[in-house]
């Protein structure tokens, strides 16, 4: 069974409150939270006032990507909003061990998000630090596009990497991620599915977020 994390940039924003309850009353384990600035990527999403208040409304662990520049100066507002986890991106980070550190400091769990042009052995040296992997498998910055073919082969290299080594670190596929083509990214080692147009603009969002749960290896 896959962990699956409904992306909340694909939900409807006057209706916060309601998305949350219906990802509640799911069986989906994590909520995806997309934080934008405009900078790293050419769009803005929302931040931590936003984030504070789907903390009081979800019982997700919250799952917050930062696609941020300088993440370190924002990582211990982000706790205080509620995050579970932070992501930061391997692009925008010169001192990268240094900010996961900061991460797992202050309580929470530490990722990597990685874009496209990424390659996975950029991450041999940090990935025993990480508890999960992100692999962008769009270009980030909005939700709804196509699914970028070759990124199954780096889920495959990053599946091989982490079972060699057997480390205990999840593989998260995120970007054009639908019930179709769910099951070959975890065939190819993904653990947890990030889905946003997928689930949010689905006739029946539970029922979606259900098929892409029972995707297994
Ligand atoms: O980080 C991002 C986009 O930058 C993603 O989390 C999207 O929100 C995924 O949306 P869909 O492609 O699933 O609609």
Known sequence: ?????????????????????????????????????????????????????????????????????????????FKKAGADSIIIHYEVCANLHRNIQQIKELGMKAAVAINPHTPIFMLDDILADLHHVLIMTVNPGFGGQEFIPHSLKKVEKLRRMIDERKLDVLIEVDGGITVENAQSLVNAGADVLVAGNTVFSSADPKETIKKLKACSR
Do not use: Y
């Open 1 to 77: 069974m896959s962990i699956v994390a409904p992306s909340l940039l694909a939900a409807n924003f006057l209706k916060l409150e309601d998305e949350c309850k219906m990802v509640n009353a799911s069986e989906a384990e994590w909520l995806h939270l997309d934080v934008m600035d405009g900078q790293f990527v050419p769009n803005i999403s929302f931040g931590i006032p936003v984030i504070e208040h789907v903390r009081k409304a979800t019982t997700k662990f919250c799952d917050v990507h930062l696609m941020i520049e300088t993440p370190e100066n924002l990582v211990s507002a």
